[in-house]
């Protein structure tokens, strides 16, 4: 008699989910949860509701509590720090944790130095990698973060069928964008500090002291047809942030064979490094002008889609499915007792995470920093 195999079953706990009036929110999650189920693997989501911060953590954690109960999955898979946390308040079922980036390196503010909330935050992830299954992270700047050893370092992957190559006439007709204009894609929220937007209005402008036209064009809050319109209409994607994990944005613009020209960040270099029309430059105005330049003189579609086909989202869910099965297969590194007395919070530290929530406003971009919360 034959035996037919189970599928793996998923629980993917998370603050951010493509929703009706937030259709670019946590995209690169809901991309992965679609290609594991490709892959065979059935998967839950649990993303509560907009409101209150520290109530949507307790109903996650709840919901997850609950479910875990049932026995039905064989892994909790969360996505950024605190709903990794989330995902970890129970003892039946094991935990995956996916950090995404600012949740290891913290968050820089428009001031330069990083807040109460952000050390909290990138100190609740570093003890999550220690008493999780397995850990997943975006580059190896976050491995080391993370504390090294046997983390995973898996990129989110790219949907190839969604993000491809259309004639720039084409893309710029759809938008009634000017043919002849040069086009500067920015693709992150301007008031999220990291993302230094400033840089890059100050790197178009010394474009335009050369004699060059250009138009920035932000590309935010947009559902994700519309995104790989902008990328086919741009001349280039212009990447400037102070800290990134290994943003989606570069990596979608690759696969449309647009040029990237960014900053030395996150997993960037080792993305387009290959790639004749994609450069990496210093953290300068001048500098990033100059890449520009060359990338608006580089009028052939790159070879960016080839170079990175190995991040195509497919092949991705076959490396998360190898870590969802060693999680499954190793003894735990966690055991519910003893762990709450083990993490000890100042004062200050808990009054932080659960009354300052004014100032715990999400973000959103397409890279790899988030709205979290």
Known sequence: MQVTKKPLRILIVTGVYPTKSRPHSGT??????????????????????????PVRYAVATLRVFLKTLTGRFDIVHGHYGLWCLAARMQWTTAVVASFLGDDLLGTPTAGGGYSKKAALVVRVSRWLCRHVGAVIVKSEQMQKAAGGGDIAVIPNGVDFELFHPIPREEARAALSWDQGQNYILFGAD????????????EAVERLHAKGIAAQLV?????????????????????????LEGSPNIV????????????????????????????KVCLRDPDALAAGLEEALQHTAPTTGRTDIMHLNRALVAEQVTAVYKQAMSETPRHKWTGILPSFQLSTLERSSLIGDRENFKPTDSNGSGHDRG
């Open 28 to 53: 690169f999650i809901k991309s992965q949860a679609d290609s594991l189920v490709d892959a065979g693997l059935e998967v839950e989501v649990i993303h509560p509701r907009p409101g209150p911060v």
């Open 190 to 201: 301007p008031i999220i500090p990291r993302k230094n937007y400033a840089l890059a209005q």
């Open 218 to 242: 932000i590309a935010n809050g947009l559902p994700q047809t519309k995104v790989v319109l902008y990328m086919n209409a741009s001349n280039a994607l212009l990447l400037t942030s102070l």
């Open 251 to 278: 990596k979608e613009a690759m696969a449309c064979n647009v040029p990237v020209v960014s900053v030395d960040v996150g997993d960037v270099p080792q993305v387009i490094e290959r790639t004749q029309g994609c």
